[in-house]
C-alpha cells in the first residue's frame, strides 16, 4: 500500500466533518467581527471607516466592525444612546452622533471607548441635560453646541469635566434656566463670570424648607390655640353647671324647716 493510501486511509470521515464545522465556525466570527452593517458603507484606513450618514437609523447599529476607529452616525433619528453601545469598539476614535433627535445619554454610554476616543459630537440635538458621570474617563474633545440646555447645577458639574471642542464652546447656551436673566447666553461665559448655578440650587431647597417649616409651626400653633379656646369653653361650661346647682346653706335650710313641720 502506498504512502498516499495509508494517508488518506488515515482521514477518518468524521474528523473531517469536525474540522469543516471548526473552520467554517472560525469564518464566521472573523466575518461578524469584520462585517460593515448593513446599510452603511464601510472602508480600510488602517482599521474602518464605518460611514452610516443620513440613513434614517433610529438607533446605533448593532455588530459594528470591531476594528472600526471612525465611526459616522450624524443626520439620523437617533434618539436615545443605551449603556455600553460601544463596548466592543476599543479602537474608536472618532464618533459622529450630531444632526440626530437624541434626548438622552446613558451613563456609561461611553465606557467601551473611552481611552482611545479623540473626537466625540453631540452637537445639533435635543439634549438639555446630562448625567454627571456620562462622560467619566473619556479624554475626548466634545461638541456639545446647538442643544436647548437647561442651565442648573447638574449641567455646570457636568461641563467641569469636559474637554469642550474650542471652536464651538460659545455655541453652548442656555436655552432655559433656573435664573430666567442668563437664557441665550453661552454657559460658559455665565459660569466664568463667578455665576454658580448650585448655589441657587441650594437656596431653592432652603427656601422650600423654611416654608415647609413655617406650614408644620402654623398648624401647630393653630392646634393649640383650638385646643385651650376649647378647654376654655369647657370648663365656662362646667362652672354654669355648678352655679346652677342648689347651693348647701339652702338645702340645710330647707332640711330644718322639714324637720320642724315634722
Same mark, same amino acid.
Given at each position: 500500500?502506498?504512502?498516499?493510501?495509508?494517508?488518506?486511509?488515515?482521514?477518518?470521515?468524521?474528523?473531517?466533518?469536525?474540522?469543516?464545522?471548526?473552520?467554517?465556525?472560525?469564518?464566521?466570527?472573523?466575518?461578524?467581527?469584520? +462585517?460593515?452593517?448593513? #446599510?452603511?458603507?464601510?472602508?480600510?484606513?488602517?482599521?474602518?471607516?464605518? $460611514?452610516? &450618514?443620513? @440613513?434614517? !437609523?433610529?438607533?446605533?447599529?448593532?455588530?459594528?466592525?470591531?476594528?472600526?476607529?471612525?465611526?459616522?452616525?450624524?443626520?439620523?433619528?437617533?434618539?436615545?444612546?443605551?449603556?455600553?453601545?460601544?463596548?466592543?469598539?476599543?479602537?474608536?476614535?472618532?464618533?459622529?452622533?450630531?444632526?440626530?433627535?437624541?434626548?438622552?445619554?446613558?451613563?456609561?454610554?461611553?465606557?467601551?471607548?473611552?481611552?482611545?476616543?479623540?473626537?466625540?459630537?453631540?452637537?445639533?440635538?435635543?439634549?438639555?441635560?446630562?448625567?454627571?458621570?456620562?462622560?467619566?474617563?473619556?479624554? +475626548?474633545?466634545?461638541? #456639545?453646541?446647538?442643544?436647548?440646555?437647561?442651565?442648573?447645577?447638574?449641567? $455646570?458639574? &457636568?461641563? @467641569?469635566? !469636559?474637554?469642550?471642542?474650542?471652536?464651538?464652546?460659545?455655541?453652548?447656551?442656555?436655552?432655559?434656566?433656573?435664573?430666567?436673566?442668563?437664557?441665550?447666553?453661552?454657559?460658559?461665559?455665565?459660569?466664568?463670570?463667578?455665576?454658580?448655578?448650585?448655589?441657587?440650587?441650594?437656596?431653592?431647597?432652603?427656601?422650600?424648607?423654611?416654608?415647609?417649616?413655617?406650614?408644620?409651626?402654623?398648624?401647630?400653633?393653630?392646634?393649640?390655640?383650638?385646643?385651650?379656646?376649647?378647654?376654655?369653653?369647657?370648663?365656662?361650661?362646667?362652672?354654669?353647671?355648678?352655679?346652677?346647682?342648689?347651693?348647701?346653706?339652702?338645702?340645710?335650710?330647707?332640711?330644718?324647716?322639714?324637720?320642724?313641720?315634722?
Amino acid at each position: 500500500m502506498g504512502a498516499s493510501q495509508r494517508c488518506r486511509s488515515s482521514i477518518n470521515p468524521s474528523s473531517f466533518s469536525s474540522l469543516f464545522f471548526v473552520g467554517t465556525l472560525l469564518f464566521s466570527l472573523m466575518m461578524t467581527a469584520y +462585517a460593515c452593517p448593513k #446599510l452603511c458603507h464601510c472602508t480600510e484606513r488602517n482599521g474602518m471607516v464605518v $460611514q452610516c &450618514t443620513s @440613513r434614517n !437609523l433610529e438607533s446605533i447599529p448593532p455588530n459594528l466592525p470591531k476594528d472600526t476607529v471612525v465611526l459616522l452616525l450624524s443626520s439620523n433619528r437617533i434618539r436615545h444612546v443605551t449603556k455600553g453601545a460601544f463596548d466592543d469598539l476599543h479602537r474608536l476614535r472618532e464618533l459622529d452622533l450630531s444632526h440626530n433627535a437624541l434626548e438622552s445619554v446613558e451613563v456609561g454610554a461611553f465606557q467601551g471607548v473611552s481611552e482611545a476616543l479623540r473626537t466625540l459630537d453631540l452637537s445639533n440635538n435635543h439634549l438639555s441635560s446630562l448625567p454627571r458621570d456620562t462622560f467619566a474617563k473619556l479624554h +475626548a474633545r466634545i461638541r #456639545l453646541s446647538q442643544n436647548p440646555w437647561h442651565c442648573e447645577c447638574s449641567l $455646570q458639574e &457636568t461641563l @467641569r469635566e !469636559l474637554r469642550l471642542d474650542p471652536e464651538t464652546v460659545n455655541e453652548v447656551s442656555c436655552f432655559t434656566s433656573e435664573q430666567e436673566e442668563y437664557v441665550g447666553q453661552p454657559v460658559i461665559q455665565v459660569l466664568d463670570s463667578g455665576i454658580n448655578f448650585c448655589n441657587f440650587h441650594h437656596k431653592t431647597t432652603d427656601v422650600a424648607m423654611f416654608v415647609a417649616m413655617f406650614c408644620w409651626f402654623s398648624m401647630v400653633t393653630a392646634y393649640i390655640i383650638y385646643y385651650i379656646k376649647h378647654n376654655q369653653e369647657d370648663a365656662r361650661r362646667h362652672m354654669e353647671y355648678l352655679k346652677s346647682l342648689p347651693s348647701t346653706s339652702h338645702m340645710s335650710k330647707d332640711y330644718d324647716t322639714v324637720s320642724s313641720v315634722f
